[in-house]
């Protein structure tokens, strides 16, 4: 346990070295905005990039695994929408709010340094996979369920647009698609090139944790919503339990994969839902508390999980 805790600490004080510095600081949250820029779509996209075009084509062969683990955060997302809008009366569109809340972790920040600090190098191949599989089923979800519950109608034309359009020019999803064709072609940059990738990827994690904590500064926590009560042990229990049933039974799956892949639904909630949350003006207060309080949970549910993956207890 020690081990581990060795492991995960440096990295959750990233956060934490973040909020003291917003606390502090008090940088209004406009100032955080080159920061998000510059971690999604310079420094991320090459931490894609240079794993996946390294790894053999068979590796990408796992489609049986992929959509287990997508089809397993769907069912959680399911769970949240239905027990909002049959249980608490909620509206189509905050029950949406409270499923992206359940199901949608901060697999992008927290994903990618998390499962390389704790299963090595390798395991950022499937971190990317299943990270693309998950947003592209979230920006399908979303905005059709939005779409649906919005008091004014319209063109489904422009709604599948905006979906299609949400897919293709994400820059995660572009860069793996990249990191695909590259591993395709046994295809590297030249030297100076992959200089520059490989210094962009170390820059990912630091920054990333840096913003996360800065982000959860920002928007403190006013007070803890009812609904909290049922949507933390969802996200930080009941998701990586049914990724884990869902995925530990394929056979001929790297132990890595299936760790990275519970390592991701074990995540706290993405700020990303946030953001969605406040562009359809649903959920906001409630669903910044559930990011607040889920991430500071997580430090214990996600070092516990690493420890139970590193010692063999779930395979």
């Known amino acids: 346990m020690i081990e581990v805790i060795g492991l995960v600490a440096p990295l959750f004080a ?10 502090i600081a008090r940088i209004p949250i406009e100032g955080l905005a080159w920061l998000n820029f510059f971690v999604i779509y310079i420094a991320l996209p090459p931490l894609f990039f240079r794993y996946l075009s390294v790894t053999p084509l068979s590796e990408f062969a796992n489609t049986t695994f992929l959509f287990s683990a997508t089809g397993a955060t769907l069912c959680v997302f399911v769970l949240c929408f239905a027990i909002a809008k049959l249980y608490r009366r909620s509206s189509t569109r905050d029950s949406t709010i409270q499923g992206l809340a359940g199901a949608y972790g901060n697999i992008g ?4 340094p998390l499962a390389i600090a704790a299963f090595g190098p390798e395991a950022g ?6 990270f693309c599989l998950d947003n592209t089923m979230h920006f399908i979800v979303a905005p059709l369920l939005m779409a649906i519950g919005s008091d004014k109608r319209e063109s489904w034309i422009l709604v599948i647009g905006r979906i299609i359009k949400n897919i293709i020019t994400h820059p995660f999803i572009i860069a793996t698609i990249i990191g695909l064709l590259a591993a395709y072609h046994q295809y590297q940059p030249p ?3 992959n200089k520059l990738l490989h210094s962009l990827a170390d820059a990912a994690a630091p920054c990333a944790l840096f913003a996360l904590g800065v982000t959860a500064a920002i928007r403190p926590l006013k ?3 009812v609904d909290l009560s049922y949507l933390l042990p969802i996200k930080l229990l009941l998701h990586p339990l049914l990724v884990y049933l869902a995925v530990s039974w394929i056979p001929g799956v790297p132990d890595y994969w299936v760790y990275s892949a519970v390592l991701l639904a074990s995540l706290p909630t993405a700020t990303n839902v946030f953001v969605i949350a406040s562009q359809y003006q649903s959920w906001e207060q409630r669903v910044s508390s559930m990011i607040v309080i889920s991430t500071v949970l997580s430090v214990v549910t996600v070092t516990g999980y690493i420890y139970l993956a590193k010692n063999g207890y779930l395979l």
């Open 191 to 193: 030297a100076p090139v």
């Open 223 to 225: 007070r803890i919503p």
């Open 125 to 130: 191949v499937p971190v990317a996979l299943v």
């Open 14 to 23: 990233l956060i934490l070295l973040g909020y003291i510095s917003a606390r």
């Open 109 to 112: 920040y927290l994903g990618p």
